[in-house]
């Protein structure tokens, strides 16, 4: 399995509701990252997470709460979302630091109403 | 943060060879250069990487400029799937890899 699964692929939440996104790899890949994309440009770094434990946060707003259950998941919570949180949410992985290259998922299109 | 420097966008014809071009003027001697690229609805994927030789797989080709400051993407024979948007990136160590504005390649039939 070389993949990155993300669920759902689409979602439409309200400002006052509490989601969760979540990423699956089954690489043995001990690095794992939420990245955020605004449409027509580059991939923004949120989240990394190294063996489980929360290695950079990007001076992230709160309302953004990351979670690594075990090291083949890693979940995003979302709660009191802003229409300008709108975007397109990627998840990757590596083995180890990304320097020999990262494997991404196909992401989440989550709309904020 | 290293900084790369690309095209907007560049244009090429299908079955003929494209060269995108990366200035990265102030890597420094241990900053290995990667390229990725996206291609529409997905996410970004790799595509190669070198520290000062030339690198060859069977994506693409990357030449390195003697003195490190620039590199090229090469797609020997683009088709319509090679249209996306294609970045060069500096990796500097760590888990920190940031994305530059990248180059949006058309491929025309």
């Known amino acids: 399995d070389t993949e990155v699964t993300q669920t759902p692929k689409h979602l439409v939440m309200g400002m006052t509701n509490k989601k969760s996104l979540k990423c699956e790899q089954h690489?043995?890949?001990?690095?794992m990252y939420w990245y955020k994309q605004k449409a027509k440009k580059p991939p923004e770094l949120m989240f990394v997470?190294?063996?489980?434990?929360?290695?950079i946060n990007e001076s992230v707003p709160s309302r953004f709460s990351p979670e690594c259950p075990n090291s083949s998941l890693l979940n995003l919570h979302l709660h009191a979302l802003q229409p300008e949180d709108s975007a397109l949410y990627l998840c990757?992985?590596?083995?180890?630091?990304?320097?020999?290259?990262?494997?991404f998922g196909s992401g989440t299109r989550l709309t904020v109403v | 943060d290293a900084k790369t420097t690309q095209p907007n966008s560049m244009e090429s014809n299908e079955e003929e060879p494209v060269h995108l071009p990366c200035n990265h003027s102030?890597?420094?001697?241990?900053?290995?250069i990667h390229w990725y690229r996206q291609l529409p609805s997905q996410g970004p994927e790799y595509v190669i990487h070198?520290?000062?030789s030339n690198v060859n797989n069977r994506m693409a080709s990357l030449e390195i400029a003697e003195d490190r400051k620039s590199s090229t993407l090469i797609l020997h024979r683009a088709t319509l799937r090679d249209a996306a948007v294609y970045y060069c990136?500096?990796?500097?160590?760590?888990?920190?890899?940031?994305f530059g504005a990248g180059t949006r390649l058309f491929v025309k039939a």
């Open positions: 997470y190294s063996y489980e434990k929360l290695s």
């Open positions: 690489m043995g890949h001990r690095a």
């Open positions: 102030t890597i420094s001697g241990t900053d290995y």
């Open positions: 070198g520290l000062t």
């Open positions: 990757a992985s590596s083995q180890g630091p990304g320097g020999f290259g990262y494997t």
């Open positions: 990136i500096l990796y500097t160590g760590g888990f920190k890899t940031i």
